[in-house]
């Protein structure tokens, strides 16, 4: 029981480049979600799927999409990466009340 | 103004002491409330979990939530060192949590 994974754990990126951050979860939750977590703004939400087959926006959504893949994988694509994107991503999943689950975390830098 | 809001410190204390974190917030309808651990460089973990009103406590840790005040507090005793972390205020609002900035918190030997 591996809980949440993603990968990369590090990336580096040129302005303009595009990459896809991957993540998936082994406890059969229902909901997922994409964090970017920025020095003194907590963790801000950029998409999240409550069930598969939808996603919705979150608070930041712009300059990312998203794919709910399956039940176990949600991945975040940025198509044209800025330097404002650098940035620690982390996935999440969601089963019930008390029980969410945070993966390890992608250290993103866009130069 | 933020949903949530929380002071960012960082919270300097020596060892042994009580500590006090807290929240307030705007929005009277959350109704679950969440305190997360996160230690540098990793994933935050889930702490404790409170339902509406009231205290509850987890070994050396108390929740404590004031809906009349919007207020949520975490309080810490005999800390250790190794609660040095940031803590996180987290508020549940239909699928989302709405998240406090984090607290750094630092135990001193």
């Known amino acids: 029981n591996a809980g949440v994974t993603q990968t990369p754990k590090f990336q580096v990126l040129k302005t303009g480049q595009s990459m896809t951050l991957q993540c998936a979860q082994d406890?059969?939750?229902?909901?997922m979600y994409w964090y970017r977590q920025d020095p003194g703004m907590g963790l801000r939400l950029i998409y999240y799927s409550a069930s598969e087959g939808t996603t919705d926006k979150g608070e930041v959504p712009n300059g990312y999409n998203v794919s709910r893949l399956n039940k176990r994988e949600f991945s975040l694509r940025l198509e044209s990466a800025a330097p404002s994107q650098t940035s620690v991503y982390f996935c999440a999943s969601w089963g019930g009340a008390d029980t969410q689950y945070f993966g390890p975390g992608t250290r993103l830098t866009v130069l | 103004q933020k949903e949530v809001e929380q002071d960012p410190g960082p919270l300097s204390v020596p060892e042994g002491a009580i500590v006090s974190l807290n929240c307030t917030y705007s929005n009277s309808a959350f109704q679950y409330f969440m305190w997360y651990r996160q230690y540098s460089r990793k994933g935050p973990e889930l702490l404790m979990y409170t339902y509406s009103s009231g205290n509850k406590e987890d070994g050396r840790f108390t929740a404590q939530v004031d809906k009349s005040s919007k207020y949520i507090s975490l309080f810490i005793r005999d800390s250790q060192p190794s609660d040095s972390a940031t803590y996180l205020c987290a508020m549940r609002s239909n699928y989302q949590l709405i998240w406090g900035a984090g607290t750094k918190l630092i135990i001193k030997p």
């Open positions: 406890m059969n939750h229902n909901s």
